[in-house]
């Protein structure tokens, strides 16, 4: 399988603080993406970190990329109840399909 | 709602049954993309359009599995002798190809399969 990994598979966090999700991949990359998923809605694409940036921010989100470790990070500052959701890594190794992760899930805690 | 729509959002099914989905992309997107999606998973890919031609497929779609792009807007997905496998969310996207090798894409709401 293609598909990479999040790290971890669940987190819960009182509201307010900081969460941090990892995602590994396998293959080579032209972009990473990052996608929410809250229950029962539709995938809402986040951010996409192109394979030439390291680090990247849009809002309370900070990605980072490190393609010599196939790896990511999303970090979501100041967490809202809002932000509970999955949250999935998604790689595009072409102009094409994407290679989604299995996800984090995230519970904020009031 | 100028979003991708999906319809229907929920088909359950007896085992053998056919069934079909459709999908309604964001008008300006040339490029159509069918995802499935089982319960704590990631969202597998399984054909992608580039306006009506089918240019990709997965080895996830069996033969029992036929997807269509006939006018290059609207998208049906058709699955035969339904499995309880089968069972899963029906995810499709679309996206505008660019220039920069790569896209965004946006995605429906999803058909939720449950095959008895």
């Known amino acids: 399988s293609q598909q990479g990994e999040e790290d971890p598979q669940a987190l819960s966090i009182q509201e307010g603080e900081n969460a941090t999700m990892n995602c590994s991949y396998k293959?080579?990359?032209?972009?990473l993406q990052w996608y929410r998923q809250n229950s029962g809605r539709g995938l809402v694409h986040l951010i996409l970190?192109?394979?030439?940036?390291r680090e990247k921010h849009s809002g309370r989100l900070r990605v980072t990329l490190d393609t010599s470790k196939k790896s990511s990070s999303l970090l979501i500052t100041a967490s809202r109840a809002a932000d509970t959701a999955s949250y999935f890594c998604a790689n595009g190794p072409g102009a094409q399909k994407l290679v989604f992760g299995q996800g984090t899930r995230l519970t904020i805690n009031p | 709602d100028t979003g991708v729509s999906q319809d229907p959002r929920h088909k359950i099914t007896k085992r053998g049954q056919n069934v079909t989905f459709r999908c309604d992309p964001i008008?300006?997107?040339?490029?159509l993309y069918w995802y499935r999606q089982t319960l704590g998973q990631g969202p597998e890919f399984l054909t992608y359009f580039q306006n009506e031609a089918q240019l990709e497929k997965s080895r996830l779609l069996s033969d029992r599995f036929s997807a269509e792009r006939p006018k290059g807007s609207f998208s049906t997905l058709e699955i035969q002798r339904t499995e309880q496998g089968d069972s899963a969310m029906y995810l499709c996207a679309s996206s505008l190809s660019g220039g920069r090798g790569y896209n965004e894409q946006f995605f429906g709401p999803g058909t939720r399969l449950t095959v008895l």
């Open positions: 970190i192109r394979s030439n940036e």
């Open positions: 293959t080579s990359i032209n972009n």
């Open positions: 008008s300006e997107h040339n490029r």
